[in-house]
């Protein structure tokens, strides 16, 4: 991210894309502490620190958009996951 504001003085858009899981089957009853919190930090802290740091900027501007497209859910649902 500071790379970027080194190279550039405005943002227009960000499309932040990411997902994946090497979590086991069984949904939500089968994580443990651990897997909850190797979720948040691949998938929910990288969108947060991107909107951190380049929301305020955006906000100042009155201009720009960011979009966050996450889940690997939407590829492979897991049965667990939706019921089925």
Not at 31 to 54: M, Q, S
Request: glycine content about 10%.
């Amino acid at each position: 991210m500071e790379q970027v504001l080194q190279r550039r003085d405005s943002i227009d858009f960000i499309v932040h894309v990411l997902g994946g899981s090497s979590d086991p089957g069984g949904g939500f009853q089968a994580f443990t502490e651990e897997h909850w919190r190797g979720t948040f930090d691949l998938i929910f802290y990288p969108a947060v620190r991107i909107d951190r740091k380049f929301a305020a900027l955006m906000l100042q501007r009155k201009s720009g958009v960011i979009i966050h497209v996450t889940s690997i859910q939407s590829q492979l649902p897991l049965s667990e996951a939706t019921g089925a």
